[in-house]
């Protein structure tokens, strides 16, 4: 073997070490789940993968739920500003269905 992968071994070995002296780690190992998954590799490989993949979409989730919300807060910022600009409640504003149409009136008499 080269020295490089002796190295990246050696390497490799201290790492491995210090994970499995991880308390957290050996109290997991010692569990029923952690016996199963030990015996068990190709369920425990299965089972990253399926964590793994599924954190991709949830992930986008929460970023979406975070955007929106985000940006819903800002419209109403916005619109409350509007309206105290107009000297119109927001809920008089929320309430009527031709909102645009008398925004506009608004608009043009104050031009």
Not at 42 to 48: K, Q
Request: hydrophobic letters at 50%; aromatic letters at 8%.
């Amino acid at each position: 073997m080269s020295k490089e992968v002796k190295e990246l071994q050696k390497r490799w070995h201290v790492v491995m070490d210090t994970v499995h002296s991880n308390s957290h780690v050996v109290a997991f190992m010692n569990s029923r789940v952690g016996q199963y998954l030990d015996d068990h590799p190709f369920a425990a490989l299965s089972l990253l993968v399926f964590i793994a993949a599924s954190a991709i979409p949830i992930a986008f989730f929460l970023v979406f739920v975070v955007t929106t919300t985000v940006l819903a807060c800002i419209g109403v910022i916005v619109m409350e500003g509007a309206c105290q600009r107009k000297r119109l409640p927001m809920e008089a504003v929320l309430s009527q269905a031709t909102f645009v149409t008398k925004m506009q009136k608004l608009l043009t008499r104050s031009e």
